[in-house]
């Protein structure tokens, strides 16, 4: 914070958990957009499925849309760049 006197410190929220919350596994966001205020995200992950002929199809398939205020978007990106972080190699070469 000391590099970037506007910085705000961060802001701790409690959060109820549930057990029925899902967990989204996705391989990539294809699609983001920004309208009145909205930050826009769709994930998506591969299926593999048998076709009429019986080949074997690979297909993207849209898991979930994601939709936000900037702030909600601001702490996205954070929470991915801490989960990056921690999957970084450290100086022996293992993640952490």
Wanted: aromatic share 6%; glycine share 6%.
């Amino acid at each position: 914070m000391a590099d970037n006197p506007h910085a705000h410190p961060p802001v701790m929220v409690s959060v109820a958990d549930t057990p029925h919350a899902p967990f989204i596994f996705f391989e990539i966001a294809p699609a983001v957009g920004f309208t009145n205020g909205v930050v826009s995200l769709t994930l998506s992950a591969n299926r593999t499925v048998i076709g009429q002929d019986g080949a074997v199809v690979n297909e993207q398939v849209v898991v979930a849309y994601l939709r936000g205020n900037v702030p909600a978007a601001v702490s996205l990106r954070q929470a991915i760049d801490s989960a990056l972080l921690l999957a970084a190699p450290t100086l022996e070469g293992k993640a952490n």
